[in-house]
Nanobody
């Protein structure tokens, strides 16, 4: 599975942005998918994850109530809707697909990683 994250850009604090993760070469409709991010000088951290059918989701505390992860298996895509964005959300965002169908919170559980997309939040 090849993954490509897109949708990043420059946004003002308080604004919204929608990230997309598209899979190619084969479907990832049976895989749990997660979003991670890495800010400058910091380690990569978990953001959100979704089960294979979208029935279960998981979020890190700092984005709960602001970000929403969803998926459309017919389009072979996973999305991250980011609302009320904060300057602390500035990072490169990566999507990843696991070999299991549940939403995992640890990076080591993911087999396939895509190129990231940069989100820059201005104050």
């Amino acid at each position: 599975v090849q993954l490509q994250a897109s949708g990043g850009g420059l946004v003002q604090a308080g604004g919204s942005l929608s990230l997309s993760c598209a899979a190619s070469r084969r479907t990832f409709s049976n895989n749990g998918v997660g979003w991670f991010r890495q800010a400058p000088g910091k380690e990569r951290e978990f953001v959100a994850a979704i089960s294979w059918n979208g029935g279960f989701t998981s979020y890190t505390d700092s984005v709960k109530g602001r970000f929403t992860i969803s998926r459309d298996n017919a389009k072979n895509a996973v999305y991250l809707q980011m609302n009320r964005i904060e300057t602390e959300d500035t990072a490169v965002y990566y999507c990843a697909a696991a070999l299991v169908f549940v939403p995992l919170r640890v990076a080591s559980g993911y087999r396939y990683w895509g190129w990231g997309t940069l989100v820059t939040v201005s104050s």
